[in-house]
């Protein structure tokens, strides 16, 4: 075969399968008709529109004072209280804002309405006792939270650590640390329908609105996500379909609810009350009636809430016609500003006016000139004069003896006593006595009414007493015990309440407040209830680090606080500055040690009766509110102490609604040998606000041996 027809066939047989491949699919089949292809309609979306509502509205002059709290590191933009406050401007109140945490007794004094939106700091238990008594009084507290807005990060914090954004700190136990004290409980969540015609699943319609002055003349409002809130009367109530993303399986929740006899309003969103969200469906007319509500005086005005207890005029009255202390003119300037600061004008008089409110001012001696008053609040002031020349006015230099006589309390000295009463003049005007029995110890007495008056006064009916200078004998007292400090053997807080004496035991508190899954410990509240008898110093691992043996020596007790924290061993490991101490020591929190068994507490019930620790407690069974962290308890057994020689007592166990009742849960421990131990497996703040003062007083003074 020569070269020519090798390479043809191998050209042929190149060639071969592709004209095999071209003959095969185009084989005669007939003729392809191809289908018809429907034409599709053009897809339409409809996207519902909000539409903004905004009403017309008629405010009426108001007569309240509304304070804004801005001390909580309150996650608000710059005009998110914009449209209230300029609702409340329209009504003739401005609202305040408080910037000074220690000055919120004294605003609160002369508040009427008090607003706290998106706070991100813990209230403590001193901020929640003025509060309470507060609204106690009538005030009116709004509190707010919102789903967006979580705890701010640092920058420092976001430098070091940028994914933090995508892990936000929840606010909801914040806000909780207050509201639990109302009842209320705001769940760390949000509400949303899936049929929600505005346009977002978390922007929900409500239509099941409660009667109420706020939600009149309102059909329906829009929440732009909401919390869910439980444990008061619900203001709004969600359809079947308005779901929370955490509470699953449950329906009817309710983002809005009243509290405390309709003094406290929480709300579980904030966006409602912006702009322009406020003129959404009825959120603008619910905006209205809210500043209604807030402007409306409902307050119970007292001698506490001096000088707001009076109206635009207050008649000054000194008693004494002549000779009066300059000191006491000098002091009327202040009074004066301090007048002026609340729109009250200050006029000076010798006649008390019928029509006009007053102060009447002076000693015991004048005690005549106020005769029916004081009769008619069931006091009587009898003094004893030497001898004086005829008709010469006895002075306080003749005074050998003075007693106050008082309905239903008994009989004081006036040595060292200020007498302040509230009574009315005519209809509508109020009076204010005060009396001492130097002269000079009258500018403090008055200085003491407009600053506020010394924790230890005692108040009886219309009259509040107080000690002024050296007193003869026991200060005043309403009967029975003074409380631990007298039990225990400890002098009270010096005169005034400034705080323990000198020589008073040493206390270090060490807040375990780095531990996984927790929020909150206590060791700021002990410090409120135990600082006016003890020295008390407060650690925090968090804020301070871990503390060395320099900082922890020389104490009389130890009181360590894991609050509602999970155990972490970490944590534990780093009291090594704590392995030397060698003294009476209390140990508390959720997880105190390291926990075999946990079970969540629900109540604890008093097993002890007989003991100290428990003195001065009323009820046997005490409810606990709920844990912050959802964290559940070290879970103790009675056989755990069936060794310990009867050196133990359980003196608070479950209580019988708790799914292992009986289990220990505080315990004390004194073998005469060592210093006392007490361990409490509970988060403290969990305790009813009276409960945790009197145990954590009789639990010290219990410690350091006194009992």
């Not at 130097?438 to 003491?448: K, W």
């Not at 073998?671 to 006392?676: E, I, K, M, T």
């Amino acid at each position: 075969m020569n070269t020519r027809t090798k390479l043809l066939l191998a050209a042929i047989l190149f060639l071969l399968p592709f004209a095999l491949r071209w003959a095969w699919f185009n084989r005669p089949m007939g003729e392809y008709t191809p289908p018809e292809i429907p034409q599709l309609d053009q897809v339409t979306v409809t996207v519902s529109e909000t539409n903004f509502e905004p009403i017309q509205d008629r405010p009426q002059p108001g007569n309240g004072r509304v304070v804004a709290d801005l001390t909580h590191f309150n996650n608000l933009l710059t005009d998110d209280l914009t449209p209230l406050s300029e609702r409340l401007a329209a009504r003739g109140v401005e609202l305040e804002l408080l910037n000074d945490f220690t000055a919120l007794e004294s605003t609160l004094r002369g508040a009427t309405a008090f607003v706290i939106a998106a706070p991100t700091y813990p209230f403590d238990a001193y901020e929640r006792g003025v509060i309470e008594a507060f609204v106690k009084d009538g005030g009116k507290l709004l509190l707010i939270a919102d789903p967006t807005r979580q705890v701010p990060i640092p920058e420092e914090e976001l430098l070091f650590n940028p994914f933090a954004v995508f892990f936000p700190e929840s606010a909801v136990p914040v806000i909780n640390s207050l509201s639990s004290a109302f009842g209320l409980i705001y769940f760390d969540d949000y509400l949303y329908d899936l049929a929600s015609t505005e346009g977002n699943y978390r922007n929900v319609r409500y239509a099941d609105l409660a009667s109420s002055p706020l939600t009149a003349n309102v059909d329906e409002l829009v929440l732009f996500a909401a919390h869910s809130l439980r444990g008061g009367t619900p203001l709004l109530t969600g359809t079947e379909d308005v779901l929370s993303n955490k509470r699953t399986g449950e329906t009817t929740l309710s983002p809005a609810m009243l509290a405390t006899e309709g003094n406290v309003v929480a709300l579980g969103d904030l966006t409602l009350l912006t702009a322009p969200y406020h003129t959404v469906a009825g959120n603008d007319q619910f905006l209205s009636n809210l500043s209604d509500w807030l402007v409306e005086d409902g307050r119970t005005w007292n001698l506490a809430d001096f000088p707001y207890l009076f109206d635009d005029t207050v008649t000054y009255v000194q008693l004494k016609q002549a000779d009066v202390d300059p000191r006491l003119l000098v002091f009327g300037s202040t009074l004066q500003a301090t007048l002026g600061e609340a729109d009250i004008q200050l006029t000076a008089s010798n006649i008390l006016s019928p029509t006009q409110d007053a102060v009447l001012a002076g000693t015991y001696l004048e005690h005549e000139l106020l005769t029916n008053i004081l009769h008619s609040a069931g006091v009587t002031i009898t003094l004893t004069f030497s001898e004086t020349e005829e008709d010469t006015a006895p002075t306080l230099a003749d005074l050998q003896e003075g007693k106050l006589s008082i309905t239903g309390l008994g009989t004081l000295d006036i040595q060292g006593t200020t007498l302040y009463l509230e009574y009315p003049i005519g209809t509508d005007e109020t009076g204010v006595v005060v009396l001492v029995r130097d002269e000079a110890d009258l500018t403090t007495a008055l200085e003491n009414l407009i600053f506020g008056l010394p924790t230890g006064c005692l108040e009886h009916g219309p009259l509040i007493i107080c000690s002024t200078g050296e007193v003869n004998g026991a200060p005043p007292s309403s009967g029975g015990s003074n409380g631990p400090e007298e039990e225990f053997g400890y002098p009270p807080p010096d005169e005034g309440g400034n705080g323990p004496a000198a020589d008073a035991p040493s206390i270090f508190i060490l807040a375990l407040d780095t531990g996984p899954d927790g929020v909150l410990t206590s060791a700021y509240d002990l410090q409120f209830y135990l600082g006016s008898i003890y020295n008390v110093t407060v650690w925090s691992l968090e804020g301070q680090g871990i503390p060395v043996e320099a900082d922890v020596s020389g104490y009389d007790l130890y009181i360590i606080d894991a609050g509602d924290y999970a155990f972490d061993l970490p944590t534990y490991e780093s009291l090594e500055a704590l392995g030397n101490i060698n003294a009476p020591t209390w140990l508390m929190g959720a997880q105190p040690l390291f926990a075999s068994d946990t079970e969540p507490l629900i109540e604890v019930e008093i097993a002890n009766l007989d003991h100290p620790i428990v003195a001065g407690l009323t009820e046997t069974l005490i409810p606990l509110s709920e844990s912050l962290s959802g964290v559940p308890e070290q879970l103790f057994r009675p056989e755990d102490f069936s060794d310990t020689d009867g050196t133990t007592a359980i003196v608070l166990t479950r209580g019988p609604g708790n799914a292992t009742p009986g289990g220990p849960v505080l315990f004390a421990g004194d073998d005469g040998l060592s210093p006392r131990t007490v361990i409490a497996a509970l988060a403290y703040y969990r305790l009813p606000f009276d409960v945790q003062e009197t145990l954590a007083l009789n639990i010290v003074g219990w410690l350091l041996g006194e009992g």
